[in-house]
């Protein structure tokens, strides 16, 4: 007869707990006190740090027939207790035979050729594939772009939008005590507010006293992109001011053109800020470049070049955990490399074993922002370089570019 779970010892207990993901320990935790008190104590010594996957749907009967079940499973494998979960969702050619294989319509896995849908039908049917498999009250945000990137295993991967079968790239943002990442929609019909100042600018992003920003990420539905100009030229004169005082206090600053923009409200969502936001003592950096050379043989140095400034900004010790975004222009992809998977690739090969997320634009918004972490001075090493004319000194709306931004996270 085995032994009953309430006479095993406490540390053969915990070494058990140490292995379940969040979700299914915050089930354990309603078992009994004595579990309620050790998966607690295996939550509290969890590091909570933003935790990312990729999925593709191949192009093979046995996985259509199983998307759903995948979608499920990753979910389930997901380490931390989300506040907020981000999707990035690509525009996938056909879609007709993922959708009989998740409603169950084709029991003997003969799947007839797929027709073309209309996009807006392609994008509805992918995010709810989604939302039904995530928790009601957890805040969800699905951006879809004309192709998304991720990472698998120091492995870059860009899957656009001519690709026939959809893919996601997901980003899991979890509670944590130094820092959080806050989204505020701006819809249809509703007046975008002035942020002329830094407390205007506070004020609607949630900042409290003894926080700071630390990244903000502008996500534009492509319908209202006349609006962003007059909000990047305050968002400036605001980091000016930033700056001046301290650099390390300023912040830096990505985003893009999409598709469509959803965050679950049933209301149409014309921007996102997407906002870092982290306590002044806190040891949270960021470190962000722009990519945009004149012409493909000058890729090499301005590449070399931004990466040579990305690495001494101290924000990339080994220590650290990190998570990076990619926003990229459409057409920056395997078309104009030649080769698929390139800035992905080239930006893990500089900074392994860091969690990248991201997606293609139709228009890009970025700066060079580049803190000089390593010492206590108020320098800017974009200074090093000052007289090169591709650097940015001001956020910019602009094309055929990709911006990569580092984040890292201390403990």
């Known amino acids: 007869m085995g032994t009953p779970f309430k006479n095993l010892d406490d540390l053969v207990l915990l070494r058990i707990f140490s292995f379940l993901p969040s979700k299914h320990l915050h089930h354990s ?53 989300p506040a907020l979960s981000v999707f990035f969702l690509n525009s996938p050619a056909f879609f007709e035979s993922l959708s009989e294989s998740s409603n169950g319509n084709n029991q003997n896995g003969d799947y007839p050729k797929s027709k073309r849908l209309k996009t807006e039908h392609k994008k509805d049917t992918m995010s709810k594939l989604i939302k039904n498999k995530l928790a009601l009250n957890l805040p969800k945000l699905f951006i879809t772009g004309d192709g998304i990137v991720g990472s698998d295993k120091n492995s870059g991967i860009e899957i656009e939008s001519d690709c026939e079968q959809p893919a996601f790239s997901s980003l899991f943002i979890p509670h944590n005590g130094s820092y959080r990442f806050e989204y505020k929609p701006v819809y249809f019909k509703t007046k975008l507010p002035e942020l002329k100042t830094e407390q205007d600018l506070d004020k609607f992003l949630g900042v409290k006293q003894n926080e700071e920003i630390k990244f903000l990420l502008l996500l534009v539905d492509g319908y209202s992109d006349s609006k962003l100009i007059p909000l990047l030229n305050n968002l400036n004169r605001i980091r000016k001011i930033k700056i001046e005082r301290d650099v390390k206090k300023s912040f830096a600053c990505s985003g893009g053109i999409v598709k469509k923009l959803d965050d679950c409200s049933g209301k149409r969502t014309k921007l996102v800020f997407l906002c870092l936001i982290s306590k002044v003592e806190s040891k949270c950096k960021v470190s962000q470049i722009v990519i945009r050379e004149p012409t493909q043989q000058e890729f090499d140095t301005v590449w070399d070049e931004k990466i040579n400034l990305m690495k001494k900004s101290g924000v990339f010790p080994n220590k650290d955990k ?90």
């Not at 580049?370 to 206590?376: L, Q, R």
């Open 29 to 81: 935790m309603r078992v009994c006190k004595k579990w309620n008190h050790l998966a607690n104590e295996v939550m509290r010594n969890r590091q909570s740090y933003p935790q990312t996957f990729v999925y593709q749907l191949k192009d093979n009967r046995d996985k259509m027939k199983n998307f759903d079940e995948k979608i499920h499973s990753d979910l389930e494998e997901i380490w931390c207790k």
């Open 322 to 411: 990190c998570l990076a975004f990619q926003v990229s222009c459409c057409g920056r992809g395997k078309d104009y490399h030649r080769q698929e998977n390139f800035e992905s690739n080239m930006f893990l090969k500089e900074f392994p074993n860091v969690s990248l997320v991201g997606f293609f634009g139709y228009g890009e918004v970025g700066v060079d922002y580049i803190p000089d972490y390593g010492t206590d001075a108020n320098k800017n090493l974009i200074d090093d370089v000052k007289n090169k004319e591709y650097l940015f000194e001001n956020i910019q709306a602009t094309g055929f570019t990709s911006i990569f931004t580092l984040i890292s996270f201390q403990n």
